[in-house]
C-alpha cells in the first residue's frame, strides 16, 4: 500500500534549506502552522530570528539587512502579506530595488479541488498583479526552489516570494 | 505660554555635527532639513511614505552593520503607524540604534492635520515601556545642544523625542531628492566597499 502524499513543507527540512542557501536573519511573524519552524529558529546558531509585532515590519528590516550585505528570508503567512501591502509596494516594487526573496505561508492551500479559503483564493492573483516571480513549496523535495528564487532575485534585482505550503491536514482541523 | 520648541534645521544640524560614520534615516518632515545639514550624502536614506517604516528599516540596517551606527529621525506621525516596531527594536537590542522622534503633532505631509494624541501621548513612555535602553526628551535647544552627543553615543537601543516646529507649508508631494529606493541601492554598493576588511582589495 502506498502512503498518501504529503502535501507540506517540514520545518527541519525548511530551516536546512535556508541553512543552504546562506539564509542569515529570518523576520517573522509565526503563524500556528509554522510555529515548529519558530522553535527551530529561535536559537538557531547560524540565523537570526527577529522578532516583529506586525508583518509590514518584515519586508522593511529585511530592506536594511540587504542595505548591508545580509541575506535576509522574512517570513509571514499570506493573511500578513495582505496586510503588508504597501512595505510591499514600497520596498519591493520599485524601478530601482534590492534583491530580495519573501516567504509567505500559503494558508488554505489543497492540494486538489477548489481553495474556500479567501486568504488562499487572493494569494497569487495579487502576486500576478504586483508581477512579483513567485514558486509554490509544497513539499520538502520542492525546497530546491528557494534557491531558483534567490537566483532570480539577485540577477533582476527585485522582489521573489516562495509560498510556503502549510499542512492542510492541520488546516483542516481548524476549519479553514 | 506658547511650548518651547526646537527648530527642526537646527536639530538636524547638532545630528549632524555628531553622527560620524553613522548611517542616517531621514523620514518625512525631517528629509529636506536634513539634506540641507548633511555632508555625507552617500550613508543617507531620504525616506518617505511606506506607512512609518523608517523604523524597521533601521532596525534591518543596525542587525546587518552592528560596528556603525544608525539614527533615525522619525516623526510622530510616522512612529503611530509603526509603533509595533518599538517593541520589535527593543526585542532586538540593537546597540547601535538611535530613534529620534520629531514630535510636531501633525500630519504635515497632508496639510497639517492634527495625529491623535498630539500633546498627550507620550513617546518616551512608550519607549521606555518598549525596553529602549536610553531614553531621552527635549523640548529647549540648550538641553539639545548639551544632550545629542551622550545620546548618540549610548549603547541603545536609544530614543529622544523632540518637540518641533511644524515646518510651514508642509511637505510637497515630490521634491528633487533622490528616492528611498536610490538611496537603499547606492548606500548597499558603499557598504559593501567601505566595510570590506582591510586587505581584501588583494583577493580581487
Redesign the interface.
Known sequence: MTAAPRHFVTPRALVEALVGNGVTHVPYLPDSEHAATYDLLKDHPSIRLVRIAREGEALAIAAGLVAGGKRPLPMIQNTGFFESGDSIRGFGLAKEALPMVIAIGYRGWVAEGEMRDTAAVYTEPILKAWGIPYRTIAADSDLYLLARAFEEAERTQRLNAVLLVEDEHYASTQGR | MTAAMIDVDELCREVAKHRGEAIVIACQTARRAWHRASSRPELDVHFR???G?GS??????????PDRQVIVLDGDGSLLM?L??L??IA??APGNLCLIALENGVYAGTGGQKVPGAGTVSFAGFARAAGFRAVASFDRPEELRQAIEPLLRATGPAFATVKTAPVPGGEEVQDELP????C??A??GY??RA?RPLGDDRKL
Open positions: 511614505g511606506v506607512m517604516k524597521s528599516l533601521a532596525l534591518g540596517l543596525a542587525l546587518a552593520v509603526n509595533g516596531s517593541a520589535s526585542d532586538a528616492s528611498m529606493q536610490r537603499l541601492v548606500l548597499r557598504l559593501s566595510d
